[in-house]
């Protein structure tokens, strides 16, 4: 990219010029998106994360909103137990547990059953309260992971920020309390957070993704969609912003997608990329208006 000096010395064909190259740095930049998560489908880190999935207990949909109560932020919750037995972590010192409702089951004969009177089934009798763990309350082994983190410098680092901070309809703050595993966030109607002490590459990456929540999922409505496809438009549109400002994230962004893809049908997936391509046009621009000033 330009300088900003050089900036304000363009002529106007020289800056619509500047504003079709990101244009098409960021729509070549979606065209690829596809392919590589395909590829990440395909490598065997997808099947090794899959597998550290596989262990986590799929929760009720009572503890699933007990959870979320809780520890809005959480990601993925285990036993004190399985936190230790099945990923190699142990539970930070001085940690509070996270209430959850586990059923009480006794066994109970089958009295339908005479030819086999060994045969036993369980029944429920009530609930207990038990304790869950996040993994931002643990310390061990990583858990496996489809996503490298943005490495490196960006050109005009601070004019990007800037611009950001230009567009955004709320404020951008940086924070150092985030639990693990939280770049950032955008909290709707009142701020974007992001954490502090990340690499500029990242840095920005994650200002991009929280701003294309900020203008495309800021109001509740009917027709919203779900959290997967919410992230999946958010990290795409970070993913073509970025790419217009001259910084690759396919390392992060096809693993991330990926991740928040799976199960989506084609249909959907197709309606995404449209909403995406559009997001993404609009934001592009109005960066490059913003850092052409």
Known sequence: MATKSAKRHMSGAERQQARERAQERAQAALDRLGEG???VYRSGRWEQWLRSLARFYDYSLGNTILIAMQMPTATHVASFRSWKRDFNRYVKKGERGIEILVPMLVKARDED???NDDEERRRLVGFRVGHVFDVSQTDGDPLPTLVDEVVGTVERY?????AVRTVSAYPVEFVSD???GTNGYFRRGELIAIREGMSEGQTVKTALHELAHSR???VDHE????????EVQAESVAYAASAALGLDTSGYSFGYVASWAAGKTDEEMRACLQAVRDAAKAMVEDLQAAMAE
């Not at 601070?158 to 800037?162: C, M, N, P, W």
């Not at 027709?223 to 919410?230: E, F, I, K, V, Y």
Request: net charge negative; no cysteine.
């Open 37 to 39: 998560v395909r590829e």
């Open 113 to 115: 059953d005479a030819q």
């Open 223 to 230: 027709g919203m969609p779900d959290r997967g496809m919410r």
């Open 216 to 218: 495309l999922h800021d």
């Open 178 to 180: 985030l639990p693990e």
């Open 158 to 162: 601070a004019a990007v920020l800037d």
